[in-house]
């Protein structure tokens, strides 16, 4: 059974940093990632990292968020940094099998006060 968890989120500052991880478990995750939403608004894709370390990011987080994975650990990072009020979501940790079925994770709030 596939389980992720995400830890990291809480109430920052705006200019500030998080970081939020994701541990997975019960498959083998060929695309891990990060989505968000934020109240009245569709869950948007964050960022995004390949097996073999290819990312993407939405176009409103670049140069700001890093995506990071261990392999071994089937763990996903998220670093926010210069978070901005517009950030403020809940974060879900996303993960994709091998047989291509996807996983999410319960979510963790990020707030950013301006």
């Known amino acids: 059974q596939v389980q992720l968890v995400e830890s990291g989120g809480g109430l920052v500052q705006a200019g500030g940093s998080l970081r939020l991880s994701c541990a997975a478990s019960g498959s083998i995750f060929t695309i891990m990632g990060w989505y968000r939403q934020a109240p009245g608004k569709q869950r948007e894709l964050v960022a995004s990292?390949?097996?073999?370390?290819?990312?993407t990011y939405v176009d409103s987080v670049k140069g700001r968020f890093t995506i990071s994975r261990v392999n071994a650990a089937k763990t996903v990072y998220l670093q926010m940094s210069s978070l901005k009020p517009e950030d403020t979501a809940v974060y879900f940790c996303?993960?994709?099998?091998?047989?291509?079925?996807?996983?999410w994770g319960r979510g963790t709030q990020v707030t950013v006060s301006s």
């Open positions: 996303y993960a994709r099998t091998v047989v291509g079925r996807d996983s």
């Open positions: 990292i390949t097996v073999g370390g290819t990312t």
